[in-house]
């Protein structure tokens, strides 16, 4: 399919914007992994947080994480290959997320007292 100047720099852009989510969500995850599985170095951030949350934290930046992974490789692979079903998984999957965002912060807003 030739595309035109503009559609080759959307086109590229869009790849090169994933490569930049993906390499974070790699440095999230072993973040992530690094905090889950060091004792000695973090011992000072679990006795400030309690190891409770600490330890929910590094969870919750291991799934993230991961998660940022997977989209943003559709995201990559559906720019650079111009495969549609890709796209529109990438599309879907942004929206599902920006969607459970604004629930969230909605629910953080109602219950804001408690």
């Known amino acids: 399919m030739g595309l035109t100047r503009c559609g080759k720099f959307l086109k590229y852009s869009m790849f090169l914007f994933n490569a930049v989510i993906l390499i974070a969500g790699c440095g999230l995850l072993g973040f ?13 951030l679990s006795s400030i947080l309690g190891s409770y949350y600490y330890s929910t934290l590094s969870l919750a930046l291991i799934i993230s994480g991961a ?12 720019a650079i290959k111009e495969v549609r079903c890709m796209l529109g998984t ?7 997320m920006l969607l459970s965002m604004l629930i969230g912060a909605l629910v953080i807003y109602v219950y804001r007292d408690n």
């Open 32 to 44: 992530g992994v690094y905090a889950r599985t060091s004792e000695n170095r973090m011992t000072q």
């Open 90 to 96: 990438f599309f879907v999957l942004i929206m599902m």
């Open 67 to 78: 998660v940022i992974i997977v989209v943003s490789f559709l995201g990559c692979c559906g």
